[in-house]
């Protein structure tokens, strides 16, 4: 395997030169995930409502009884309001790895073109879900604009969390993408345990109710927890991103260690994947 630095500074490099034909390639995928039906890609904004809807009615009403969620500076805020930063950030990164892991299998036909750069694949199908999840992220504002709860100057926080999370999005879909594409088995596994990690993961429950240290250690390893936490630090307000750098920095570094070592990896493939395909 080359060297991971070099492998990474190539992939940028790539996405960088590349980056029109990556964008009109995203708008093709979502017209064509959407081509045929009525309302066309406004549906990729309905389905997530829809589930918006259906949890807060089955846990703040259901099981929560309506309660309100106290936050760490002892506010009280409706569940939805407190749910819907975290939901918004799941739908992007479920999306992008649900459909991503396969997205150099499905783009085959251009895999077998050697002119195409294939490391622009996975980029150009996150971006295809990133155009969906900032139309989720402007309803958001609104939604809080109006039942009173917002926006503070907490909100400049999503100039940070969003760059940052469609990075993060973009490294973890080139990975799986290009194990999946030597395993179909690895394709597989990863649809089967995206609903375990939801749940494993506090998009809909608070993290300080584990009352351990050592189990609030273990969920925060996870960096899509930095994420969920600091969307709803940016909606909710509270807590800056740099009050608690030695958490940021550790998702900087290890998105920087998993960008080398998956930038490397497919690297070192790709030359394998038009046999393989």
């Not at 066309?40 to 309660?67: D, E, H, L, Q």
């Not at 760490?72 to 939805?80: E, M, Q």
């Not at 509270?238 to 490397?264: D, K, S």
Request: hydrophobic fraction near 55%.
């Amino acid at each position: 395997m080359m060297n991971p630095f070099s492998a990474l500074a190539e992939f940028v490099g790539t996405n960088i030169q590349n980056r029109k034909q990556s964008m009109s390639m995203a708008y093709s995928a979502l017209k064509k995930q959407y081509g045929g039906a009525l309302f066309g890609w406004a549906w990729s904004v309905v389905k997530p409502t829809v589930f918006i809807v259906v949890w807060w009615f089955g846990i703040s009403i259901g099981i929560r009884g309506n309660k309100p969620v106290e936050l760490a500076d002892g506010r009280l805020v409706p569940f939805i309001i407190w749910m819907i930063p975290g939901v918004i950030a799941w739908f992007f990164f479920q999306d992008s790895l649900s459909q991503g892991v396969s997205c150099v299998r499905k783009e085959s036909h251009l895999v077998n073109k050697m002119v195409f750069p294939v490391a622009t694949i996975p980029v150009f199908s996150v971006m295809s879900y990133w155009v969906t999840h900032m139309v989720m992220v402007t309803l958001s504002l609104i939604i809080f604009i109006c039942t009173g709860n917002g926006p503070t100057i907490y909100i400049v926080q999503l100039l940070f969390y969003i760059p940052m999370f469609f990075l993060f999005c973009c490294t973890v879909t080139t990975f799986v993408s290009t194990v999946a594409v030597i395993s179909r088995d690895f394709e597989q596994m990863i649809k089967a345990i995206l609903n375990v990690f939801f749940w494993l993961t506090p998009v809909l429950w608070q993290i300080n109710k584990l009352h351990s240290k050592i189990g609030i250690i273990i969920m925060k390893v996870n960096p899509f927890y930095f994420f969920v936490q600091g969307y709803r630090e940016s909606f909710l307000g509270g807590t800056w991103f740099f009050e608690h750098y030695r958490y940021t920095l550790y998702v900087i570094a290890f998105m920087l260690v998993f960008a080398c070592f998956t930038a490397g990896l497919q690297k070192k493939l790709a030359p394998d994947f038009a046999d393989v395909l």
